[in-house]
């Protein structure tokens, strides 16, 4: 990369990884991969929540519509009663 495009985190975080040793960067790399995957594994349980709220509020939805119908048939039925 050219210096002037570079920014100055990046240029930061270069230099930082030049000082480290194999090890250490081993070690940071799959400190990275282990919060990578924590990520991974929220965004599945939040996408799964997500989904049974949906459905649950698909269900309400309907549940209110039909209660809302609801007295409308039961007049009918009381007028034909009489």
């Known amino acids: 990369m050219d210096s002037k495009t ?12 030049a000082s480290l040793s194999n090890e250490e960067i081993i070690k940071k790399t799959k400190t990275l991969d282990f919060e990578t995957n924590s990520f991974k594994s929220d965004i599945k349980r939040f996408t799964s ?15 209110l519509k039909l209660y809302t119908q609801l007295p409308h048939l039961i007049s009918s ?3 034909v009663r009489i």
């Open 6 to 17: 570079t920014k100055p985190t990046e240029n930061n975080e270069i230099d930082e990884l």
């Open 49 to 63: 929540e997500q989904r049974k709220y949906q459905s649950k509020v698909k269900e309400n939805r309907e549940k």
């Open 77 to 79: 039925v009381a007028e």
